[in-house]
């Protein structure tokens, strides 16, 4: 797994977790109330992340939802709500599992940079005693050419003295005119083996110029070619400084993106603690009101207890019948209210211990997940302090290298001294060409010297006189003289030539230390060249992948923002249309078109996703592609360097300061850049820091969140667990007044009944009084009177009975109330103090539920307490309407059963009438107050609502801009990129172009050096055709010596020394055209190796064009070097002798003498000379054999 991947993977999750946190603040900004109010519910999809409630967003007109689905609900929303918790803090770990991989991965790339930057020293370290190794190489190779140039010396000044010792000998010899045959044998011998000296010592300088003119040519090729090569890494800086400074405004704008995150994620902790606040406030406002129902919900049981005391004044038996069974009802509700008031009471402690527990765990998690974090801090703080010990050793090594740069300055100088001795030795190379030249045509004269003593010999031997034989003598002992005196220059030009040996040497030991001096440097500089190419090609990668994931990055950043930007949208419509839905008939849930279309959206934003996705790994690919064709161009770069590096002999002084001073700068520029990297990453840890920081601040607004969600969910349990009480009440106070109402009408059918029975008797007493006045006016019979008398008997022993029952039952209903206000005053001390305590445990309660409703929101509670309180009016209503009834029909009823009591019991009934009435009057009032206080509010949240929504759409335009503006970032990277393939295709084309040209520069070369080579053989043979002719005319000349010397001295005498004079004229002659001919040949010759070291320059000009060549012309490229190979070596072989033995060879053996004596002496001669020679022709191939 790449560490780019990593860094991808790590930055995904980051902005994942950013744009996670951007929705729930939207949506919190939009649940949360703000400066005192209260936001109304929005139900969000799933996929945004958010709760949908879609219970709490019903219209109040409608009927109450039961509490099996509203549980349902709930534990669906919990469900739903611990999954998110789950996924939050998975989400969590797994971005501090990418955090501590992504440092872990950035602490081995460090480790890898310093292990490749070690690797780097121990080569330069390497490079420089390679340095040194070729600059004493360099310096034996001067001492062994100075040595070799003191021989020569030697051998030229010994040469001079033998050549002027044989000419005071041939003049003493002409006076004398004497001597004998085998000494000028000798002497001829030892003419032609210091001519072959001669010329061998001048081939060898000749030989010693080339390869010196040769070395001179390819250093100055190698410097053409490092300036070339300098050129480019000069414009591959420019290109790295340009892209840094792109890379810094990429990472300043990142700094600003990050800060601004910052900033929003600061102004979203604000913006959470003032909802805390203000939940907090609302939660005291809302104890208030629940303080406010206790209140009123006295007040009803005081309203209750009114009527109470009222039966009790009244003496009915009815009336206390009736307060019998409330009082019964009464303790039988108060029973079942406690019963449940204590399963609430132990229900909440269990849900808050559960909360509580859920807490204790989350909060060791979160200190667990503190202390690991912690304990990753310190080891990355360990990490970090070891990577800066490292870096120390970094710069302690750079010390080093500067040190050793210097050394390598110091060393410059030296070799610029050694230099200058080289230069000194070639001005004295050149003036000892000077005296072999004029050493040549001293033994020139001395040839044709020798040439006219062998005439005179000729002739003295055809002399038989006995003067002659005096004469003889004479010349042979004037001979003898010249030997001495030639013999002594003979010493003398063997000192010299041991003089030019050794001063050879010495200048053969300095080529060697020049040649291994300018290995050294070529290797150096190639390695400098090589690795500076490494770097840029690593470098070039490292920006390239930079791009790559910061590309990646914005275009992630783009989909992030447009996945928010439509999810805003779409929170704007359907606020919109929730809006519209409110001001209609309230919130509605959400339709199935909508979420189809949603669900539309969804999908092509998926598409599109997924498009940009296979977009952006095209992009990656062909990247990938062209990073595979530049390294293969760098490749190919590299092989060519190598081969022209190999191909290339020395450098030239100069050259080597220039590029040593180009080097020295590149450095300096290197180290810059390395600064810069520096500074960049110490940015980039700086700005991870502060990603850091802000996932801390993400988690902690996420626990919050969490805990607010908690908080939300224990005070809705608690709110419907409190209405659920509240209906209970509600039913039990409507069974109350159920059985009250029962209770009156078994009361009116008592007193319905009394009243008949009353009807009836006073019928009967009419009956009884009628029939007594139509007795008192006679009109009627005695036994109608009896019948009379005994109804009336009859009804009086009823109406006695019936006063007895009567009786009995008062007197039954007064035991009864007594009884029952005994029990009632028990009863009501005892209601009385459960009251209390249910008082105390309902504020407890409600101190409990102050922590749990911090977080409750309000509109909420507005329509859930609407609806209660619709629902109480009209419960209210129902009850007074009922009541109203029940009091009206009780009353009519004893007002027809009582119409003696009628007065009383109408005032009574007034009375409690009018107490209800104000009772339900200031309930109304209460309701209206509380109802249009309800509405100022909601038209207030429509007003926030409204500044809010234009706050979104302006935060939406902001975002726009933002996205317009990475647009517009991202169509500039494509702009580069377009004109980096443009500028590579164009630079493809002018190298095919440029290679064109060069093969065909190749073919001229090649026909150029062939026409050379074919002069040069044309040359040679004519030099050998020349030789040839020289050595048939001097056997022509020693046979006409052998004849002369047979024939008569004294009759040809004077006619030999005008034909001696003649033939010395036309020798002289002769010798000197062949003098001017071989001067001529020698300017030939360095015309020609100028055409060659043009030729070659050309040649090398092209190896370093070769270099920058495309990677598609690969297979031309690398059979141009076979071609340039096959040419060298060619070159080379026409540059080496061809016949060195053939030319080298020592002179043949003299022929052997009669006279032992005078044999001896010139083989002594020879035997030293025949020395000497293998000793100078040893030397020199040697050397040549070492450059």
Known sequence: MSSTEQGKRWYDGAMQTVTRSLSQRSLTGMDSPSEGTQRPPIPMSASFGSIDIPFLNRSSHGKKESLADTVKTLSEENQRLTETAAKLEDEYLSQIDNSTQSFREQKNLLNEQLDIKEKQIVELQERCNSMEALLRERDAGFQELKTEAESYRRTLMELEQKSRHLDTGLREEKKESGGSNDQIQEEKEELLALREQCHHYSAQLTELNSQLAV?????????????VEVRDLRVMNESQQEEIDSLRQHLEQLQNNLSSQKEKYENSLKSLKEDLETTKVESSKQVTELSKDVERLEKENQALKKPKSAFEEDDNEDLMARVESLERERRMVDDDYQRRISKLQHSHKLALQELQEELDARENELRKLRRERSTAEVTEDSRISEMKAEIQKLKIDLLQASRVRDEEEEFLSDRKSMEKEISALRVKLEERDATIASFTSTSNTLNEQVVSQKNELCSLRSVN????????????????????????????????????????AHLHTMLEQITAEKNRLERSLDEACVSPDKVAAEHTRRQLQERDDAIANLVKQSIALEKTIRELQDELSFTKKQQALMQENGPSSVSSQEVSQLRREAEVFAGQVIELDEEIDSLRKSLESKDGEIADLKRVIHKLESSSGRRSAALSSRDAMDLKAELDELKEANEVQLEEIRLLRRRARELEAQADQVSRAQHEASTIRFEAEQLKDSVATLSKEKDDVLNELNTLKKRYEQDIATMKRELHAAKTQQSRSIVELEDELMIRDNALAQQKTGNIDEMELQGLHDELSTLRQNFASQSASLESANSTIKELESMIANKSSVDTVRYEEEKEELLAEIESLHEQLESAQLELKRVEEQRFIIDDFKAKLESADEAREASEKSIVDTYERKLSLLKLDKDLIIDKLRSELMVEKEGNTEELNEFEDRIKEYENEISELKEELKTQVEERESRIFSLESTLEAQEQLLKNMRIEMDHLQSSMDITAETRRKQADDMQQDLLEVTSKNAKLEREIDSLKAQSEADRLKYESEVTSLQDKIASLESASFESHQDDTDAKMEARLQAVK????????????????????????????????????????????????IEEQTLRIQELETISTKSRTPSRPRAIFSPPPAPPQSTNRSVERRPSNRLGGILSLGKRSSSVPRGTTGEI
């Open 1069 to 1116: 002659e002769r010798l000197e055209k062949l003098s001017w001919r071989n001067t001529s040949l020698k300017e030939e010759n360095m015309e020609l190796r100028e055409k060659l070291l043009k030729a070659e320059e050309v040649a090398n000009q092209c190896a370093v064009q070769d270099q920058e060549e495309i990677s598609a012309l690969k297979a031309r």
């Open 215 to 227: 070395l001179q040519a390819d250093a100055e090729s190698k410097d053409q070619s490092k300036n």
């Open 465 to 504: 006189s006995a003067v002659e034989v005096a004469r003889l003598k004479r010349e042979l002992e004037a001979k003898a003289k010249v030997e001495e005196t030639l013999m002594g220059q003979f010493q003398q030009l063997r000192k010299q030539a041991h003089s030019t040996h050794e001063e050879l």
